[in-house]
């Protein structure tokens, strides 16, 4: 009887995790390494210097001071980029990528305005888009799939996004 109980529990959980697990979006900090294609969609060679890559992840432009001076644009918000459609790691298509994992191609999804060269540069670093709802699902699905370093990175993009 119990075996049923906690089997019930644990499809429960993961019935969970997948409905609200698109939400939830894990920190990552990612150094570009190459632009294969400039926009719609942006691919880039990126190396992940902390955190964890996946699939989904909506990714800014990370400037120290928080705003990006731009010839065309002053930007008060960081500059968002789009979405993580695709990860490869010599053309095999992986989920996510982390520190251990080497360079990876991404291709990136969203604003079509938004190209590389014009908005942001090589140089720039990009990190993962998180929000208190993000955070929140983080913590209530996905806690222990977290590192403490991870965490760690979590709290110093709270602070560069304002979110309390």
């Known amino acids: 009887m119990t075996d049923f109980f906690f089997k019930y529990v644990d499809e429960c959980k993961h019935e969970r995790r997948v409905k609200e697990g698109k ?6 900090v990612l150094k570009q390494v190459a632009v294969f294609r400039k926009s719609d969609p942006i691919v880039l060679g990126v190396d992940v210097e902390a955190g964890v890559l996946k699939i989904g ?5 990370y400037h120290e001071k928080g705003v990006h001076l731009n010839v065309i644009q ?3 918000k960081p500059l968002k ?3 993580v459609e695709s990860i490869e790691h010599n053309h095999k298509k992986l989920k996510e990528a982390r520190k251990n994992t080497g360079s990876v191609a991404i ?5 079509p305005s938004v190209s590389s060269g014009r908005q942001f540069e090589q140089k ?3 990190v993962s888009l998180i929000s208190r709802r993000s955070i929140d699902c983080l913590k209530e699905h996905f806690k222990e799939d977290v590192a403490k370093e991870e965490w760690q990175l979590v709290i110093e993009l709270k602070k560069y996004f304002g979110v309390n």
């Not at 291709?107 to 604003?111: A, F, Q």
């Open 107 to 111: 291709s990136i999804g969203g604003d």
């Open 81 to 83: 980029l789009g979405t």
């Open 74 to 76: 002053k930007a008060e």
């Open 124 to 126: 720039d670093r990009l």
């Open 57 to 61: 992840t909506p990714l800014v432009v």
């Open 23 to 28: 939400e939830a979006v894990f920190p990552c």
